[in-house]
């Protein structure tokens, strides 16, 4: 389709839904239909109470559209267990290369409740347990070999025990989406972005922005 000026008409690829949780879920889908290794890949930013940012990947776990949260798990000690404490805001950015999607959520990060964190570490490998359990995630550790010590500490003390439980320090977060913006490549850089964000009513309120 041509503009009436003879150039090539761009038409937007993005629906303007009510409600955008049901496109994160299928943009979800899609990326683990076609992405061969870690497609929930989230990098996840968080801030300390003045401010200072950091940034990591973790997996993204689970969507609740219905909830309108998802689930990501931590070391509650860690860095960003304690900046999330701190702060309790965070942002998190997917790209796929290979579909030409970026998928940016923002909003408030609280605990997920024990019985959910519960569920999901028994879920885990047996070693994944163990590692969680040896780990005081972000802390200085004076060299690899005192870790591998550790968990090999761990793993006899732990040997006759089925299943193991979870450890306080490590859980859950549901990041409740108040932002999300849908960004699709486009031919020369001419980028599609949808951004959609959560009024006071609960209501989705979106705009078009410009690449």
């Not at 761009?10 to 290794?37: C, I, M, Y």
């Not at 776990?61 to 860690?78: A, D, H, I, Q």
């Not at 025990?161 to 859980?171: D, K, L, Q, S, Y």
């Given at each position: 389709?041509?503009?009436?000026?003879?150039?090539?008409?761009?038409?937007?690829?993005?629906?303007?839904?009510?409600?955008?949780?049901?496109?994160?879920?299928?943009?979800?889908?899609?990326?683990?239909?076609?992405?061969?290794?870690?497609?929930?890949?989230?990098?996840?930013?968080?801030?300390?109470?003045?401010?200072?940012?950091?940034?990591?990947?973790?997996?993204?776990?689970?969507?609740?559209?219905?909830?309108?949260?998802?689930?990501?798990?931590?070391?509650?000690?860690?860095?960003?267990?304690?900046?999330?404490?701190?702060?309790?805001?965070?942002?998190?950015?997917?790209?796929?290369?290979?579909?030409?999607?970026?998928?940016?959520?923002?909003?408030?990060?609280?605990r997920s409740p024990e019985a959910e964190s519960d569920?999901?570490?028994?879920?885990?490998?047996?070693q994944s347990q163990l590692n969680a359990w040896a780990?005081?995630?972000?802390?200085?550790?004076?060299?690899?070999?005192?870790?591998?010590?550790?968990?090999?500490?761990?793993?006899?003390?732990?040997?006759?025990?089925?299943?193991i439980p979870r450890p306080p320090h490590w859980g859950?977060?549901?990041?409740?989406?108040?932002?999300?913006?849908?960004?699709?490549?486009?031919?020369?850089?001419?980028?599609?972005?949808?951004?959609?964000?959560?009024?006071?009513?609960?209501?989705?309120?979106?705009?078009?922005?410009?690449?």
């Amino acid at each position: 389709m041509s503009s009436p000026d003879g150039t090539e008409a761009r038409v937007p690829t993005l629906p303007r839904p009510g409600d955008p949780l049901p496109l994160v879920a299928q943009w979800l889908a899609d990326a683990e239909a076609s992405v061969a290794k870690n497609p929930w890949a989230m990098a996840l930013a968080t801030a300390t109470a003045d401010g200072r940012p950091s940034l990591r990947y973790v997996l993204l776990k689970s969507l609740s559209p219905e909830r309108g949260y998802v689930v990501f798990y931590t070391n509650y000690g860690s860095r960003k267990g304690a900046e999330l404490e701190a702060n309790g805001r965070a942002a998190g950015a997917l790209y796929w290369p290979e579909l030409g999607r970026q998928l940016r959520l923002e909003g408030r990060a609280e605990r997920s409740p024990e019985a959910e964190s519960d569920a999901y570490f028994a879920s885990r490998a047996r070693q994944s347990q163990l590692n969680a359990w040896a780990s005081e995630q972000s802390h200085a550790v004076a060299s690899p070999e005192m870790m591998s010590a550790r968990l090999d500490d761990l793993s006899a003390s732990f040997a006759a025990r089925a299943p193991i439980p979870r450890p306080p320090h490590w859980g859950g977060y549901r990041l409740h989406l108040e932002a999300i913006e849908f960004w699709v490549e486009g031919a020369d850089r001419f980028h599609e972005r949808l951004r959609h964000e959560r009024a006071q009513d609960g209501a989705w309120q979106s705009v078009w922005l410009q690449p």
